[in-house]
């Protein structure tokens, strides 16, 4: 038995805990933000038997890992908005931080 | 020396703390939601000696299992309220999801 | 590889996180409260060689430790204020619980 803790974006938190479920992982979410990071993450604990390790990394790794994305900049304040073509940007979004813990016993009561 | 993490539901967590408190564990509460435990769970961080997780694990158990318990359900929108007489339902509540964890060190500044 | 899990007081946080972060540690927050320490806390994740285990506790130490501090009273309600002259009072403040955690794997996609 292992305890994997994930710190994921809020952004990939939805999608990773359905692929998650899916597969038939258990999670709980912790509220978390900043540090490992950027603000806005979120803390998943994931209880599983020592052989499912991997396929839970593998999941996390497919929905979290970090990436590059184009996004629309925001307008400029004032100005002549009608004249403003925006370009987009590319900007990096995700990324997990994961630690996988030994657990001496798991209960459900 | 262990870190019990136990999901609990928030309705019950009140009572755990209680009955944790009256026995001398301290504990911890994280926010957490959804996943182990239907949404509005909580996770206690307890920190103990190994030869007190079984009573521990015994307090848990005493005010988290999962039971049965008749509620009254929701008097349905509109319809003729004075002729409604609610039925009590059978729904399942509580429960607990608990992994010990080994410390290599502890310390309280 | 570690995981330190650090309770600590709200009012120490930021001061806490500015020291780990200029050391180079990786810190993560978890809401918490109640329990170890009095109403308002933090529980920060941080990850960190088994070797910087050491430099991570002394920051804590440095930044959080149990002292004492001197306070203005509330003013009491109601009576004559402008002949109240408020005495500080000793109150204790800070205080860090700390857990040091095995880790078997640690990622980072
Ligand atoms: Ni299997
Ligand atoms: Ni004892
Ligand atoms: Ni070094």
Do not use: W
């Amino acid at each position: 038995m292992k305890l994997i803790l994930a710190v994921v974006q809020d952004k990939d938190v939805t999608r990773l805990q359905d692929a998650l479920s899916e597969a038939k992982f258990k999670t709980t979410k912790l509220a978390s933000s900043g540090g490992f990071l950027k603000e806005g993450n979120t803390t998943l604990m994931i209880g599983c038997d020592d052989d499912h390790v991997d396929q839970a990394l593998d999941l996390i790794r497919d929905n979290c890992s970090r990436r590059e994305q184009m996004v629309a900049p925001i307008s400029p304040m004032g100005g002549n908005a009608d004249s403003y073509i925006p370009k987009p940007v590319k900007v990096e979004v995700g990324g997990a931080t994961v630690f996988v813990l030994p657990v001496d016993a798991f209960h459900h009561f």
